[in-house]
């Protein structure tokens, strides 16, 4: 029906392909005197969407999620993945060969110490692995008279033989009217931040950074657009980027040369080791340098200074033309979404749709708008029992024909150069019973709770994070997965440092761009989740004795009124749903069609208590 230019839908490889590949790494590791090896899901600057050479875990294992990790030992083996997965990757792996365990609570680190015996040698790729995280395998192993062995080369790219070549995609410069602060002012800024750390220098490990600090976007990996590098930022002196040069034209080059020296990927080593015997102290982001990096500079005589990557907080707090950039994306991206809406509501009742054609459908209409970069990450699309499954990936063969009396969750989102957004939407297709009304309606007053939040400055996301599950809780419901996350500009969809769960220490600050998506899961019938992107603003308190801020939202799409129990909702609540469709019909409204217009203002009629 519609051509999809950004996602696929095939089944990821099973049966006797993945049982050769384990029995392979085994001979592998065998030969290398290796008692196991841990494969992380994993590249080496921890990227949520990681190129296709670096899907090791998929490869090996058929789990296609964006977290996990194995451990492959000579009999056993385990797969580690966290809440959102866990009916994917049952329905993934091979539970003959495989293990499902948790990768939060307990951690893989409880089946290392009890798996392995004294003696054992357990390998483990330094370039994959965090500094902590190799600590924690380290202590593990220690405490079973084990030992944890780092090794030169990783077995499984050896028995990998049609392993896919590194992304070589060209690098472009991100102008000003998108970036709104030069290069040089940003790395202005970072030098006070390596002054504060006490550092000689700082080494930029993930690609975000690098983006964000020399205004560049590239197109190594799907759905974010990064150019994977490294840059090396002194106290004194200039910034070095090391990159691939053939992602390099002469412009790009150039750009990069007015504030940085540019030099190739494997000049980074030479590079720190230099500085390292100079006995500098070099900082490094614990969330994304690779351990081998602090082996490095340990090794040539320096002094490796793990901690937050302070550019992560500075690329969090958008500057006036990123905001304005993303209200802009916000408001093209709301004509997409309501001639989606439209078509959905239109056509689902016939039964003729399916998940995949509601990928399709919202993919051609976002790349309409003609300004379309790439979907912001791989569109959710699941409708009955799919729904139910948090981080749901449709193909071809889990694909459902939408029909009456299900519910469609839509959880999807575009990258424009002027911003990046995220939203879902959940949808009745023909009459909803009682309980699903009931749940989308508690779901509606946590996820409203929230958009009307006023807190003071220096409130954490976990301080919120309640607010959006309490209606839940009184019903003894609850949803598994954090309520917000940080977004950014023309970046990850998913960005630090900032989000809205039980684990969101960092300050909430003016300028930041969090989601706002609880949710509610009924497993083998229903999912449910709203989602609306929100800008920290002040907010104007008369009397207040404090500085206060709130939430600007910044997604415009109806909320399915079908599907509220307005009885449920307070004078308070129903108002700020009144007037958030209210601001939808008037903003988006004038740049539709006429029909999809009238749909839209039918979508958004004020509703009476």
Not at 165 to 189: F, N, R
Not at 331 to 348: K, N, W
Not at 519 to 535: P, S, V
Request: glycine fraction near 8%; charge should be negative; proline fraction near 5%.
């Amino acid at each position: 029906m519609f051509e999809a230019h950004f996602q696929t839908f095939e089944e990821p490889e099973a049966g006797v392909a993945l049982t050769a590949r384990l029995a392979a790494l085994r001979e592998e590791l065998a030969r290398r005197k290796l008692t196991g090896f841990v494969i992380p899901r994993a590249d080496q600057q921890q990227n949520e969407y990681v190129a296709p050479s670096e899907e090791r875990l998929a490869w090996l294992t058929g789990f296609t999620g964006s977290a996990g990790l194995a451990v492959v030992l000579a009999r056993e083996a385990a797969i580690f993945v966290d809440g959102r997965y866990t009916i994917q990757a049952a329905k993934q792996v091979d539970a003959k060969a495989w293990a499902v365990e948790s990768l939060i609570d307990p951690p893989p680190e409880s089946w290392v110490s009890a798996h392995l015996k004294s003696g054992d040698r357990l390998g483990f790729d330094p370039w994959l692995h965090t500094f902590a995280a190799a600590e924690r395998l380290a202590a593990a192993c220690t405490k079973v008279g084990a030992e944890l062995v780092a090794v030169d080369t990783n077995p499984v790219d050896a028995v990998w033989q049609d392993r896919p070549q590194p992304p070589l995609a060209q690098v472009a410069i991100h102008g000003l009217q998108y970036a709104g602060v030069t290069e040089s002012e940003k790395v202005a800024q970072i030098r006070c931040e390596i002054d504060k750390l006490g550092a000689d220098a700082l080494v930029l490990s993930d690609s975000h950074a690098v983006a964000w600090t020399f205004n560049i976007r590239g197109a190594d990996v799907a759905h974010t657009p990064l150019p994977l590098s490294y840059a090396l930022v002194p106290k004194v002196g200039r910034p070095t980027v090391f990159i691939d040069h053939r992602k390099l034209s002469n412009l790009t080059r150039d750009h990069l040369e007015q504030s940085a020296d540019v030099r190739e990927p494997d000049a980074l080593t030479p590079t720190l080791m230099a500085l390292a015997k100079s006995g500098a102290a070099i900082a490094l982001d614990s969330a994304t340098a690779a351990d081998a990096l602090s082996r490095l500079i340990t090794s040539g005589g320096g002094k490796p200074l793990r901690g937050s990557d302070p550019i992560a907080l500075l690329k969090a707090v958008k500057n006036p033309t990123e905001i304005k950039g993303t209200q802009t994306a916000h408001r093209r991206d709301a004509i997409a979404l309501a001639r989606f809406l439209a078509f959905i509501d239109r056509e689902a009742a016939s039964g003729k749709l399916t998940e995949i054609d509601a990928v399709e459908a919202l993919e051609t209409f976002r790349r309409d708008t003609g300004a379309l970069k790439d979907v912001s990450f791989p569109t959710i699309s699941g409708t009955g029992p799919n729904g139910a499954i948090v981080h749901y990936r449709v193909t071809r063969k889990s694909n459902r024909r939408i029909v009456p009396g299900d519910l469609l969750l839509i959880d999807s989102g575009a990258q424009y150069e002027d911003g990046t957004t995220d939203v879902t939407r959940t949808m009745a297709v023909g009459e909803p019973t009682e309980e699903m009304r009931d749940r989308f309606t508690r779901v509606l007053r946590g996820h409203i709770a929230i958009a009307r939040a006023i807190f003071p400055d220096g409130t954490t996301g976990a301080q919120l994070d309640t607010l959006a599950r309490q209606y839940l809780w009184a019903a003894g419901v609850d949803f598994e997965h954090g309520t917000g996350h940080g977004v950014g500009s023309y970046l990850s969809v998913h960005e630090g440092p900032a989000r809205i769960s039980k684990l969101g220490t960092t300050p909430l600050k003016r300028g930041m761009i969090l989601s706002n998506e609880p949710g509610y899961y009924k497993t083998d019938a229903f999912g449910i989740r709203i989602e609306n992107l929100e800008l920290v603003v002040a907010a104007d308190i008369r009397g207040a004795e404090k500085s206060m801020n709130g939430f600007e939202t910044l997604t415009l799409a109806p909320i399915d009124r079908r599907l509220i129990d307005t009885a449920m909702l307070s004078r308070e609540e129903l108002a700020w749903l009144n007037a958030y469709h209210a601001r939808v019909r008037a903003e988006v409204g004038p740049a539709l069609d006429q029909a999809t217009k009238a749909w839209l203002d039918q979508a958004t009629v004020e509703l009476k208590p």
